[in-house]
């Protein structure tokens, strides 16, 4: 059974940085293109950001220029740089494959506020 474990978020202010990890178990990561999806309150799940197995990286429109997708396959573990945060980057954020073929994890939450 694959577990997929989030972490790193945090309360931060506009303008700050935080560096979200997600851990995977029981699944190699490297043959999978692997996104980052977040939720906000009130809203739909979206995709953040993804990273293809061979290395290629993809970002929603909102987040371009800000953050930064990459990968660690010996680590088994996908990394999301955020910067420049904004009070509309506030959900929970969440990794799985472009499919959601793993199990979902907790999440981890990103709270941006003054």
């Known amino acids: 059974q694959v577990q997929v474990v989030e972490s790193g978020g945090g309360l931060v202010q506009p303008g700050g940085s935080l560096r979200l990890s997600c851990v995977v178990a029981?699944?190699?990561?490297?043959?999978?293109?692997v996104t980052w999806y977040r939720q906000a309150p009130g809203k739909q799940h979206e995709w953040v950001a993804s990273t293809t197995s061979g290395l290629s990286t993809y970002y929603v429109n909102s987040v371009k220029g800000r953050f930064t997708i990459s990968r660690d396959n010996a680590k088994n573990t996908v990394y999301l740089q955020m910067n420049s945060l904004k009070p509309e980057d506030t959900a929970v954020y969440y990794c799985?494959?472009?499919?959601?073929?793993w199990g979902w994890g907790q999440g981890t939450q990103v709270t941006v506020s003054e």
């Open positions: 029981g699944s190699s990561i490297s043959i999978y293109r």
């Open positions: 799985n494959t472009w499919d959601a073929r």
